[in-house]
T-cell receptor, first 114, second 111 residues
Framework: GAGVSQTPSNKVTEKGKYVELRCDPI?????LYWYRQSLGQGPEFLIY????????DSGLPNDRFFAVRPEGSVSTLKIQRTERGDSAVYLC????????????FGQGTRLTVV | GQQVMQIPQYQHVQEGEDFTTYCNSS?????IQWYKQRPGGHPVFLIQ?????EVKKQKRLTFQFGEAKKNSSLHITATQTTDVGTYFC???????????FGTGTRLLVSP
């Protein structure tokens, strides 16, 4: 596909469980962003990758959140011991460069913690 | 940390009326981007501004970057129902490489 792909599109999990959210960026895009969006709010920055390394993870709310991009392409956002407050839409975006070019967003993963 | 605020939060206009949203950053930006998000959708890129005082137009949309590179505006002339959605500015801080989104302005257009 030509766009950013995120899976699953919806995830319902019980409080305390571990979840993984996957992002498959556009081929050739070196920059990858994760954002979290709550209803009626703007996308909240979580982490930014340039290649395989996390260039800026200052937006991760606490140590329950972790993200990897081992081969510089697919990225996985991991949330441990989920809490109800983690419920939101998790958006992934990729771009050719470091914020100086258009970011292409995936459709997002709607995470609901019950 | 860097904060990007937008006003108004919400605006409801009649079709044919003009609309403007304003974006203000707490820090100087290297560039600013604008995105549109339709209800239930994801943000879609509209435009990027890089130079101080830059003005760009896309049909009925006019985008402006402030002289101090800390604020921006989006103006829509003669709104149409297809303009409905939330408009976000997103700024790239000169000291960092992360793209920080504004709080958004939700636009509703009645026919």
């Amino acid at each position: 596909g030509a766009g950013v792909s995120q899976t699953p599109s919806n995830k319902v999990t019980e409080k305390g469980k571990y979840v993984e959210l996957r992002c498959d960026p556009i081929s050739g895009h070196t920059a990858l962003y994760w954002y979290r969006q709550s209803l009626g709010q703007g996308p909240e920055f979580l982490i930014y990758f340039q290649g395989t390394g996390a260039a800026d993870d200052s937006g991760l709310p606490n140590d329950r959140f972790f993200a990897v991009r081992p081969e510089g392409s697919v990225s996985t956002l991991k949330i441990q011991r989920t809490e109800r407050g983690d419920s939101a839409v998790y958006l992934c975006a990729s771009s050719l460069g470091t914020g100086t070019t258009e970011a292409f967003f995936g459709q997002g993963t709607r995470l609901t913690v019950v | 940390g860097q904060q990007v605020m937008q006003i108004p939060q919400y605006q409801h206009v009649q079709e044919g009326e003009d609309f403007t949203t304003y974006c203000n950053s707490s820090t100087t930006l290297s560039n600013i981007q604008w995105y549109k998000q339709r209800p239930g959708g994801h943000p879609v890129f509209l435009i990027q501004l890089v130079k101080s005082g830059e003005v760009k137009k896309q049909k009925r949309l006019t985008f402006q970057f402030g002289e101090a590179k800390k604020n921006s505006s989006l103006h829509i002339t003669a709104t149409q129902t297809t303009d409905v959605g939330t408009y976000f500015c997103a700024g790239l801080d000169t000291g960092f490489q992360k793209l920080v989104f504004g709080t958004g302005t939700r636009l509703l257009v009645s026919p």
